[in-house]
């Protein structure tokens, strides 16, 4: 799956960096942060080998990643809170999702979406999608832009400087942080199937205080 994703994207990346330039590092970005797979730790470490050639600054590619980010994010969290939220409270019983749940989830980001959104964007994988849950539970629009872009400029540089430092072998960046989506993911699947087993065990157990 890595190889495929590889292939697609770095072809992708390669030819919008070509065209466009730093334009082309915001509008990757951009599309990694708007929930569709295109794994920053492919794009930046690509712009950080672009600074090895001389094509691009550090500085500049890792603004430009943040900026991607940030509107990437923006758009994540406007269809969650605009076309999310509704189709989740009319269809969420159909996935164990209550409006009491949704409440839930309102006080939680209220409480700590800061902190989720700050930390959500060092993470892999949660940084592609923590936008959309913070727009479903419409979390404070000034304070989800300003921590999403505070959590993405040090992870964007540190990706660009990897790519810069690895020069021709930029794309072991990559390889190596692969190995820490396995774990992640593994703790989001635990987190999912215990919401599912909390939730089909409660009507078992009311049906058995009713007996």
């Known amino acids: ?70 509107l990437g994010s923006v758009l994540a969290y406007w269809v969650g809170s605009i076309g999310g939220r509704p189709l989740l409270l009319k269809y ?22 800061e902190k989720a959104v700050l930390i959500g964007r060092l993470l892999p994988v949660v940084r ?3 936008s959309f849950p913070a ?11 300003l921590y999403s872009t505070i959590g993405a400029f040090p992870w964007v540089l540190a990706l660009t400087y990897l790519g810069k430092l690895m020069g021709d072998n930029w794309l072991l960046v990559r390889g190596f942080l692969h190995n820490f989506d396995y774990p992640i993911i593994a703790l989001l699947l635990a987190a999912i199937g ?7 065990r409660k009507p078992t157990r009311a049906t058995a205080n009713d007996e």
């Open 1 to 70: 799956m890595l190889h495929l994703i590889e292939e697609i994207a770095i072809p992708f990346i390669e030819g919008l960096y070509g065209q466009m330039g730093y334009l082309g590092v915001v509008l990757a970005m951009a599309i990694e942060s708007a929930c569709i797979p295109l794994p920053s730790e492919i794009i930046m470490p690509f712009a950080g080998w672009m600074v090895y050639r001389g094509v691009f600054d550090l500085l500049g590619a890792a603004i430009a990643g943040t900026i991607g980010n940030t």
């Open 92 to 113: 969420g019983r159909f996935v164990l999702i209550t409006e009491h749940d949704m409440e839930i989830a309102d006080r939680w980001f209220a409480k700590h979406g």
């Open 128 to 130: 592609t999608f923590i």
């Open 135 to 145: 727009g479903v539970s419409r979390m404070n629009f000034g304070k989800f832009v």
């Open 194 to 200: 215990y919401y599912i087993y909390r939730h089909v």
